[in-house]
């Protein structure tokens, strides 16, 4: 429960509750890539260094592609290096010598294109799991701060 208990939730009650449903949402993706060899990460990095190539018609730096999915460039680089061991990226220096560019493999391309109906359906049932749950959160809350007004019928039907 949070600083103000039974009274009302607090803002980090709701961003830990958001925290949960993200952790819930990579546990439904984590079962739409079971048997791709794919791990959520190399999922996630693989997903975003397509929608820069798609964006900018050329190959991303391996920069652009931690600063995509807000993740360390350190965790980044290990991700592609993995991707590159299994074929599913190819990477070389850019011409300042500095950086990685990264293309996607025809292999990549097809497994992404593969999961896509998987992961997309997953999300959607993510979506409704979780909208459920805040309508059920939302009473518990206002029954918890004896809400006078959730007894009329008017506000249970607009949960």
Not at 86 to 113: H, I, M, N, Q
Request: with cysteine; aromatic share 6%; net charge negative.
């Amino acid at each position: 429960m949070g600083a103000m208990g039974a009274v009302g939730a607090t803002n980090t009650d709701a961003r830990k509750a958001h925290w949960k449903s993200a952790a819930r949402w990579r546990r439904t993706v984590e079962a739409a890539l079971e048997g791709t060899g794919l791990t959520f990460t190399q999922w996630f990095v693989l997903d975003a260094l397509q929608e820069l190539i798609v964006e900018t018609d050329e190959a991303a730096t391996q920069t652009e592609v931690a600063a995509r999915v807000e993740l360390g460039h350190g965790t980044v680089s290990l991700v592609m290096g993995t991707l590159a061991r299994k074929y599913l990226v190819d990477r070389e220096p850019d011409f300042s010598g500095r950086a990685w560019r990264t293309l996607l493999t025809d292999r990549s391309r097809r497994l992404l294109c593969d999961v896509a109906a998987a992961i997309e359906a997953a999300s959607w049932q993510h979506v409704h799991r979780d909208e459920a749950g805040a309508r059920d959160e939302t009473t518990r809350l206002l029954r918890d701060a004896g809400d006078a007004s959730f007894s009329r019928p008017s506000v249970r039907e607009n949960l």
